[in-house]
């Protein structure tokens, strides 16, 4: 599910889980409901801009080997295109069916013109808050499912999954993350602090 689309009902957030089985038993694994979720007050959904929502649990997550946070980048800048970065989900596979554990794969950054080349047909645009990857070279890439996922760019969250493509793994694909700039880190600091 899209971040920015979450449906009004009582919602669980699963954290240590490798398996994607809601009832499957790993140790470390914590499930907690969220009390309330904060859309960004300029959220666009037709052209997925400021395309963040912040979920305040019930409680705090321990953290552990299973649980971790991550820094935040704290330099802003944006990320160069050709960086390495990383994402993780359980979305759709190659076999066209939800991940039944936890992937990760490596993708290269694009930057914004090529990836508005590559989202042309979709009849979408990416802004200056966006950062855009391509496919890896064994076609690994992000897919529906995915959507919320992290971009992690030397071990430093850098923004998270918002759309891309309505194809997988395409060689000419882009996957495109709401980048962690300023003005959301300052949001995210604001609406926390309450």
């Known amino acids: 599910m899209r971040m920015g689309r979450w449906p009004d009902e009582k919602l669980l957030v699963v954290l240590g889980a490798h ?28 052209k997925f801009y400021n395309d963040l929502l912040l979920l305040k649990l019930s409680h705090a997550a321990r953290t552990g080997p299973k649980v971790k ?47 508005n080349k590559r989202l042309e047909k979709e009849n979408l645009t990416v802004n200056g808050n966006m950062i855009c990857t391509g496919v890896g070279p064994g ?3 992000s897919c529906y499912g995915d959507s919320g996922g992290p971009l992690i760019c030397d071990g430093v969250l850098r923004g998270v999954l918002s759309f891309g493509n309505k194809r997988c793994g ?15 880190l300052d949001w995210i600091h604001k609406v926390t602090a309450k």
């Open 19 to 46: 398996s994607h089985d809601l009832y499957a038993h790993e140790d470390g694994r914590q499930i907690i409901s969220v009390e309330q979720y904060i859309r960004h007050p300029k959220y666009k959904s037709t």
């Open 139 to 141: 076609g690994e890439d």
């Open 170 to 184: 395409m060689s000419n694909g882009a996957a495109v993350y709401t980048r962690l700039s300023k003005e959301y």
């Open 69 to 115: 946070t991550l820094p935040v980048s704290k330099t802003y800048k944006d990320v160069k295109a050709g960086r390495v970065c990383e994402t993780a989900g359980w979305g759709l596979t190659e076999k066209r069916e939800s991940a039944k554990y936890l992937m990760e794969v490596k993708v290269p950054t694009i930057n914004r013109e090529e990836c």
